[in-house]
């Protein structure tokens, strides 16, 4: 009987004081995950070389860290339960990889989902979360993205906060990435999850919902349009993930150019989805831009939101910390176009923060992020050429 009585009081005492691990993501998280390239085809030779080309290729000195296994990395439960990983595609066993990436400086993450089954059929975590959560602390895991096929009818708050709570009893702080796409789980992630997705899967078009088997992907700009009213619910810990990025796999250099910066103004998790190994120059000096980089990785952490839009191009705005604000405009159609921009006529006021930028009383400084170099200030109007789905990317800063 005291047994049980004991049990029931630890098992209380844990629930009861459940929370998420505060503090881990203050900034967007940034890292690589073998889905958007590599699918279901992963295994220890290609995480480990992904790992070393994070170090090599720059990548980890801009500050991506996290090197995420998605999908199929399973094996099958043992007689008592436990997950095992897939014994011909990682042979060496989840600690020795993880303590491999570790030593290079770099933290690791893994997938799972709420369900019975993962959306690739391999083992999911539906009745097994404790015991799942304690085998990924056991491995060292830093960060766990946690899907939402096959869960028939579970009730997905209940269900993350299920495994939120496990991962809290194991003492190992875990970054914890809900991925139920979207479906209104941004009311309540906040105190459940550091990221959470807001939409179906990405897929590398611009404009374009491609169908992929019984499935429809979204290209960026549609990704985009389903941002603008979850503002509000992001901030420091607590971020919209609006997926992960296509950048150099397959899109024009400046379709790749449009995403990042669209997805640095959105504070997005910046998760590249490339083959680190082959990356082309292109496609490196867009993910290595530290200036854009900058944008995304504000300590304020306030989204940008859509100012105006007149065409096909956008003028989108992102509050940023000492004052200094992200302006950017984006061609979103299919002809270049020409802008000839008065600051002076178009003061910018954030409703949301209360922050505002009035340019006839100030003057800003303006550099573009992309050429980067300082292109004059907010004294004289603004004139550029914006190919088609492409951006022009500026900081302002006051002139005091
Ligand atoms: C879902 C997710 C993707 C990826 C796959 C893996 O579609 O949204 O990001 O993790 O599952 O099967």
Redesign the pocket.
């Known amino acids: 009987m005291k047994k049980i009585i004991l049990f029931v009081t630890l098992f209380l005492s844990i629930n009861v004081n459940a929370q998420k691990f505060e503090g881990l993501a203050k900034t967007p998280p940034m890292g690589w995950n073998s ?1 958007n390239r590599f699918t ?1 085809n992963v295994n220890e030779k290609l995480i480990r070389e992904a790992a070393e080309a994070m170090v090599s290729s720059g990548m980890k000195d801009a500050g991506y860290i996290y090197i995420n296994i ?3 990395w399973q094996g099958k439960r043992d007689s008592l339960g436990f997950i095992h990983p897939d014994p011909t595609r990682f042979p060496s066993g989840m600690k020795a990889l993880s303590d491999y990436i570790h030593s290079l400086g770099l933290k690791f993450g893994i ?1 799972t989902d709420e369900g019975w089954m ?3 059929g391999k083992p999911g975590s539906r009745g097994h979360e404790y015991q799942d959560a304690m085998t990924y602390a056991k491995w060292g895991v830093d960060y766990l ?1 946690d ?1 939402y ?1 096959y869960t028939d009818y579970l009730n997905p708050e209940g269900a993350y906060l299920t495994m939120r709570n496990a991962l809290y009893a194991t003492g190992r702080p875990i970054v914890y990435s809900i ?1 139920m ?1 979207g479906n209104g789980c941004e009311v309540w992630a906040k105190e459940v999850g550091h990221l959470w ?1 807001t939409t ?2 990405i897929h590398p078009t611009f404009d374009a919902t491609p169908t992929k088997g019984d499935e429809s992907p979204l290209g960026v700009l549609q990704i985009l349009d389903k941002q603008k009213d979850l503002r509000k619910y992001a901030g420091p810990d607590h971020w919209n993930d609006p ?2 990025l296509e950048v150099g796999n397959g899109m024009s250099v400046n379709e790749d150019r449009a995403h990042f910066s669209m997805w640095c103004m959105l504070a997005a998790p910046l998760i590249a989805g490339n083959d680190l190994f082959n990356m082309n120059k292109e496609t490196s000096e867009i993910l290595l831009n530290k200036e854009a980089i900058a944008v995304d990785q504000d300590t304020l952490g306030i989204e940008g939101f859509l100012y105006s839009s007149k065409g096909d191009v956008e003028i989108w705005a992102k509050p940023l910390s000492d004052g200094d604000w992200a302006i950017c405009f984006l061609n979103r159609g299919t002809k270049q176009e020409e802008v000839n921009y008065s600051w002076k006529q178009n003061e910018i006021i954030d409703t949301l923060t209360h922050r505002e930028m009035n340019f006839t009383i100030e003057n800003y400084k303006i550099r573009d992020l992309w050429q980067h170099k300082e292109i004059g200030t907010t004294e004289k109007d603004f004139n550029a050429l914006i190919l088609s789905h492409d951006v022009v990317l500026l900081r302002l800063k006051l002139l005091r």
């Open positions: 889905w279901c998605d999908d199929c997938y993962t959306c690739g993205k899907d096929c991925c796409w997705r179906g899967d997926d992960m």
